[in-house]
């Protein structure tokens, strides 16, 4: 833990309910409530709620917003719908990715970027270096803005009748599709003191993504909002989850996460997230450097691993042939799957693997057969 971690908004109250916690890029965030495998479940199963305010929140208005996300992230969003979505990622000039991230279009000189927390500063800068020129200004609210994660099979009604109890008369979870955005007053709740706009009513930005695979939301909210919409969530019997179970949720659908499956040494296309690069467009960061690497191919590959036994995979473990100490690569997240009851990987693996294939994994000395899947480990709707 950092000497002086950056505590969430809801750090009382994870305190008062028993929450175990650890450091996440500086931040102190509960890593579990009540136990890991019974949040997932939770998720899984019913609803859960995440607090995930170590997120970045980065707003880009202005008349040139549009120039300004085009010139900093992979994906173009020139085609992107207010009230929409899209997942892309910020790149260095030499196409290593520095963070993944979603951007949703609130207007069309409005967007806002949730970074990971580890990259908020970077990503904040290449946005500024982008408006150079441009008629747009970037505002990092990250520490007044919370963000709180809803997600399993029951969190739309969930979210949606929180909201209903402060006033608002729509159902913006269940009728905004996956992906959508919207922003909702809050009549029966008075603007935070010191928020924009003091003595109005307050506002919370209702995503319709997640994390986790499941139907869900995440709600971003001022920082004084969080612990009422916290305990009212609660109150509707979202169960309290701790970034533990996000990982293990986002370990069975294969999604990366940065520092991980994600750094400056790994491409889009050797991550398997090409589909998140619009190449042929006006110049943006690292256009030269991806071009390079799609037409020179992969240097390995990122693909899932389903090894038998029970002894939970780790980040770390060496990947060989069979019968062999040919080094295949290495596995960057693992763990115990708790919906499959085996272990499960993502990895780093030479070009020529392919699913189907079957290697072995040293795990803590012992070797493991394992054989090589396409992610996702498990099917889920997430759109309903």
Same mark, same amino acid.
């Given at each position: 833990?950092?000497?002086?971690?950056?505590?969430?908004p809801l750090d009382a109250l994870h305190r008062a309910a028993g929450a175990r916690f650890a450091d996440f890029a500086g931040w102190s965030m509960p890593l579990r409530f009540e136990g890991t495998l019974e949040e997932h479940r939770a998720?899984?199963?019913?609803?859960?709620?995440?607090?995930?305010?170590?997120?970045?929140?980065?707003?880009?208005?202005?008349?040139?917003?549009?120039?300004?996300?085009?010139?900093?992230?992979?994906?173009?969003?020139?085609?992107?719908?207010?009230?929409?979505?899209?997942?892309?990622?910020?790149?260095?000039?030499?196409?290593?990715?520095?963070?993944?991230?979603?951007?949703?279009?609130?207007?069309?000189?409005?967007?806002?970027?949730?970074?990971?927390?580890?990259?908020? +500063?970077?990503? =904040?800068? &290449?946005? #500024?270096?982008?408006?150079?020129? %441009? $008629? @747009?200004?970037?505002?990092?609210?990250?520490?007044?803005?919370?963000?709180?994660?809803?997600?399993?099979?029951?969190?739309?009604?969930?979210?949606?009748?929180?909201?209903?109890?402060?006033?608002?008369?729509?159902?913006?979870?269940?009728?905004?599709?996956?992906?959508?955005?919207?922003?909702?007053?809050?009549?029966?709740?008075?603007?935070?003191?010191?928020?924009?706009?003091?003595?109005?009513?307050?506002?919370?930005?209702?995503?319709?993504?997640?994390?986790?695979?499941?139907?869900?939301?995440?709600?971003? +909210?001022?920082? =004084?909002? &969080?612990? #009422?919409?916290?305990?009212?969530? %609660? $109150? @509707?019997?979202?169960?309290?989850?701790?970034?533990?179970?996000?990982?293990?949720?986002?370990?069975?659908?294969?999604?990366?996460?940065?520092g991980q499956e994600l750094d400056r040494d790994v491409t889009p296309f050797e991550a398997r997230l090409g589909w998140a690069v619009t190449l042929d467009r006006a110049a943006f960061r690292g256009q030269d450097a991806l071009r390079a690497?799609?037409?020179?191919?992969?240097?390995?590959?990122?693909?899932?691993?389903l090894l038998a036994g029970r002894r939970p995979a780790r980040a770390g473990l060496m990947v060989h042939a069979v019968g062999s100490d040919t080094v295949l690569g290495r596995t960057t997240s693992g763990t115990l799957s708790p919906t499959?009851?085996?272990?499960?990987?993502?990895?780093?693996?030479?070009?020529?693997?392919?699913?189907?294939?079957?290697?072995?994994?040293?795990?803590?000395?012992?070797?493991?057969?394992?054989?090589?899947?396409?992610?996702?480990?498990?099917?889920?709707?997430?759109?309903?």
């Amino acid at each position: 833990m950092s000497e002086h971690p950056i505590l969430s908004p809801l750090d009382a109250l994870h305190r008062a309910a028993g929450a175990r916690f650890a450091d996440f890029a500086g931040w102190s965030m509960p890593l579990r409530f009540e136990g890991t495998l019974e949040e997932h479940r939770a998720v899984r199963e019913a609803v859960g709620v995440f607090d995930v305010s170590h997120l970045g929140t980065l707003w880009i208005t202005g008349v040139d917003a549009e120039q300004v996300v085009a010139a900093t992230f992979t994906k173009d969003p020139v085609g992107l719908a207010v009230g929409s979505s899209q997942y892309t990622l910020c790149c260095d000039a030499r196409g290593g990715i520095v963070d993944d991230l979603i951007v949703y279009r609130l207007a069309n000189d409005g967007f806002v970027a949730v970074p990971n927390a580890a990259n908020t +500063a970077e990503v =904040a800068a &290449a946005l #500024q270096a982008s408006v150079q020129g %441009r $008629a @747009a200004r970037i505002d990092d609210v990250s520490r007044r803005w919370a963000v709180l994660a809803i997600q399993g099979p029951r969190s739309l009604e969930v979210v949606d009748r929180v909201l209903a109890d402060l006033g608002v008369e729509a159902a913006p979870a269940t009728t905004t599709p996956h992906l959508g955005v919207v922003r909702c007053t809050l009549p029966y709740v008075r603007r935070p003191p010191g928020a924009a706009g003091d003595g109005g009513d307050a506002e919370v930005v209702v995503c319709r993504t997640g994390y986790t695979g499941e139907r869900g939301v995440e709600l971003l +909210a001022p920082t =004084a909002l &969080a612990p #009422q919409l916290w305990e009212r969530l %609660r $109150a @509707a019997e979202a169960v309290a989850c701790g970034l533990g179970a996000r990982d293990t949720l986002r370990l069975e659908m294969g999604y990366p996460l940065h520092g991980q499956e994600l750094d400056r040494d790994v491409t889009p296309f050797e991550a398997r997230l090409g589909w998140a690069v619009t190449l042929d467009r006006a110049a943006f960061r690292g256009q030269d450097a991806l071009r390079a690497a799609k037409a020179a191919g992969p240097r390995h590959r990122s693909l899932g691993l389903l090894l038998a036994g029970r002894r939970p995979a780790r980040a770390g473990l060496m990947v060989h042939a069979v019968g062999s100490d040919t080094v295949l690569g290495r596995t960057t997240s693992g763990t115990l799957s708790p919906t499959l009851g085996r272990p499960i990987a993502l990895a780093r693996l030479a070009p020529e693997l392919s699913p189907g294939d079957v290697v072995e994994v040293d795990v803590r000395g012992s070797r493991t057969a394992a054989e090589v899947v396409k992610p996702p480990f498990i099917t889920r709707d997430r759109r309903g």
